[in-house]
């Protein structure tokens, strides 16, 4: 009899292991495919897809104000001295990448375009450094210390640009004041109406 019993509570003892285990699997199973797509939630709701926005994301009611930087607010921001006051290179775009300014001078005859990275800049034998003072929502400065072939700074320059209801206002220690306006000119090699594109160290002309 006691054998009977003890080949009983075996028998149900692996049972119940069994049904522990189909248990288990099929819950795996079952949460493996809820999250097939790591953008879509059990709830249905998915992530967004899209290319990441830093004026979205930057927007003053959200949240990322806070940290959020002028040259990632600005990224690929396009602007332009209409009034032509700024005749060397009237036309700017601010880059959240290795060289984060970019200058061009659009003309019919001959175009040129340059651009700057934080650190040492070397071009045709000039040196000049650039060290970023200030990188915030819409203020950003920067100090240039002009080298030219010397070892020792022969300047320092502060750049200062600030956006104000739309408009970029850039000054300088020099006494230079312009007032940029966003602009949208296409500024592709193929578009661009001009005889001849020069391209200097850092020209981001695509």
């Known amino acids: 009899m006691s054998q009977n019993h003890e080949s009983l509570r075996k028998l149900f003892i692996s049972l119940l292991c069994l049904v522990m285990f189909s248990c288990f699997k099929a819950e795996v199973v079952q949460y493996g495919s809820k999250n097939v797509d790591p953008a879509t939630f059990a709830s249905g709701q998915q992530l967004p897809t899209k290319p990441k926005n830093y004026t979205y994301f930057c927007n003053p009611a959200g949240l990322g104000r806070k940290g959020c930087k002028f040259l990632s607010k600005y990224d690929g921001t396009m602007w332009a001295d209409t009034e032509n006051y700024y005749s060397d290179f009237s036309d700017i775009q601010f880059l959240n990448i290795e060289y984060f300014i970019s200058f061009f001078d659009i003309n019919t005859d001959v175009s040129y375009c340059k651009g700057w990275r934080p650190g040492e800049n070397n071009y045709d034998g000039i040196k000049w450094n650039i060290k970023i003072k200030k990188n915030e929502w819409d203020e950003f400065w920067f100090d240039y210390e ?51 594109i020069i391209e200097l160290e850092g020209c981001m002309f695509y």
């Open 146 to 196: 002009y080298y030219g072939t010397s070892q020792e700074i022969e300047y320092t320059i502060t750049y200062k640009y600030e956006v104000i209801d739309s408009l970029l206002h850039f000054s300088n220690t020099e006494g230079q004041k312009f007032i940029f306006h966003p602009s949208d000119k296409n500024y592709s090699k193929d578009i661009v109406d001009t005889g001849k």
